[in-house]
């Protein structure tokens, strides 16, 4: 059984734009690399470079590893806690 988050007490006095934001550029990054990836468009050495490498120390991989996803359902999760935390956070 999974337990998820479907609404908090917290206040909310704007919109959640920045939660908003980071969700639509994941959206993109995702089907701009993974999904090209998975239809087999470009190689899967070609997007390597974004993810987080833990032989090297490369600060720009600290940001876009944040953005990478291995599959939709990945993705999906990662959006769903986004959105309920996102808020609060």
Request: proline residues 6%; hydrophobic residues 55%.
């Amino acid at each position: 059984m999974i337990i998820a988050p479907y609404s908090t007490d917290a206040p909310i006095y704007h919109l959640p734009i920045t939660t908003g934001v980071l969700i639509v550029v994941n959206i993109v990054v995702f089907f701009a690399t993974t999904f090209q990836v998975m239809l087999g468009h470009i190689e899967p050495d070609s997007i390597e470079w974004l993810m987080l490498q833990f032989e090297t120390i490369n600060p720009l991989q600290w940001v876009t590893g944040a953005f990478m996803h291995d599959n939709f359902m990945h993705l999906i999760g990662n959006l769903f806690f986004l959105w309920a935390f996102g808020l609060v956070i």
